[in-house]
C-alpha cells in the first residue's frame, strides 16, 4: 500500500510537537467546551453513544451469566481503558465543528479516510491489550484471595468483599493495579488520538508527545484522570445510561485538552528520519 506509515509521519521522520505548559483553568476551559459541542447537537451524539451504555449492560449481565461476577467492577472501571480509542469519531465532530464544517454525526465515521488511520489502529490495539491484561490482572487477584470458585449471587460477593479482610484486600489491591494501568493508559494516550487526526504523525510521536504533555503538566494531568475517572463513574451508576452523555462530552473535551497542551503545527520539530 503506498504511502502506508503506522510509527513515523508520511515522510518517516519522526517528528516533535512542541508542548504548551497549561493552567488548572484550560482543564475547565476543556470541558465547557466539550459540553458546547454536545450540546450543539445532542441528539446526534446521544444516538452515536448510545452504544456504551448498551455494551455496559450486555457485559453486566454477561459476567452475571458466566458466573464471572468478580469481573463486573473491573469491566466497568475498564471503559476508562479503551475510552481515549472509543471516542475517536467524536474528535472529529469536535475538529469539523471548530473549522466550521458540517457536523453532522456521519461525518464521525470520516475517521476511516485519515491518513493516521494505520496508526490510530495501532494504539487502539495497544489499549485493548491494556484492557484485557487489566481483566486478567483483576481475576488474578481474585483468585489469589478466594481460590477458583465464583461467586454464588451477586450479594453474596458484595457481602463477602464489604465484610471480611480478604475483600478488603481485594478492594485495595484491585484499585492498586487499576491505578497503575490508568496512569499508563493516560500517560500514553492523552492527548495521542487528536493529534493523530490534526497532524499524521505516527504512533511513536503520538505517544511520546502525550507522555512529554504529562510530564510537563503533572498535576494538571492528574487532575485531568481525576476528572475523567469522576465523571465515568457518575456516568456508570444509573445503570451506565449516563455514559450517554458523559462519554461524548469527555470526547469533545479531550479535543480542546489537545488544543490547549500542544503548540500549532508550524511550532513542531522534525527530529530525525525513523
Given amino acids: 500500500m503506498a504511502g502506508f506509515h503506522v510509527m513515523a509521519d508520511a515522510r518517516g521522520m519522526h517528528v516533535q510537537p512542541t508542548v504548551r505548559h497549561i493552567t488548572t483553568s484550560d482543564l475547565w476551559d476543556a470541558l465547557r467546551l466539550g459540553a458546547e459541542d454536545f450540546w450543539a447537537k445532542p441528539s446526534h451524539y446521544v444516538f452515536l453513544c448510545l452504544i456504551y451504555p448498551i455494551v455496559g449492560l450486555i457485559l453486566t449481565w454477561w459476567t452475571s451469566g458466566a458466573n464471572a461476577i468478580q469481573l463486573i467492577y473491573p469491566l466497568m472501571s475498564g471503559f476508562a481503558l479503551v475510552g481515549p480509542f472509543a471516542a475517536i469519531g467524536l474528535y472529529e465532530i469536535s475538529r469539523r465543528r471548530e473549522l466550521g464544517m458540517n457536523t453532522s454525526w456521519r461525518h464521525a465515521f470520516d475517521v476511516r479516510r485519515s491518513p493516521a488511520v494505520p496508526s490510530i489502529v495501532v494504539i487502539g490495539i495497544m489499549l485493548v491489550a491494556l484492557f484485557l491484561l487489566w481483566l486478567y490482572t483483576a481475576q488474578s487477584i481474585y483468585t489469589g484471595l478466594f481460590g477458583d470458585q465464583p461467586p454464588a449471587s451477586i450479594g453474596s460477593f458484595v457481602r463477602e ?43 511513536v510521536s503520538a505517544i511520546e508527545t502525550s507522555a512529554r504533555a504529562v510530564m510537563t503538566n503533572p498535576l494538571q494531568m492528574a487532575l485531568w484522570g481525576l476528572m475523567v475517572a469522576v465523571l465515568l463513574v457518575i456516568g456508570s451508576i444509573p445503570l451506565f445510561a449516563g455514559l450517554a452523555v458523559v462519554m461524548p462530552v469527555l470526547g469533545h473535551a479531550t479535543w480542546h485538552l489537545y488544543r490547549r497542551v500542544v503548540e500549532p503545527e508550524r511550532a513542531q520539530q522534525i527530529r530525525r528520519p525513523m
Fill in 161 to 203: 468483599v464489604l465484610t471480611t479482610g480478604k475483600g478488603w484486600i481485594l478492594i485495595l489491591a484491585g484499585n492498586a493495579a487499576g491505578f497503575v494501568f490508568a496512569v499508563v493508559v493516560l500517560a500514553t494516550t492523552v492527548i495521542a488520538f487528536p493529534l493523530l487526526l490534526d497532524r499524521d504523525v505516527g504512533a
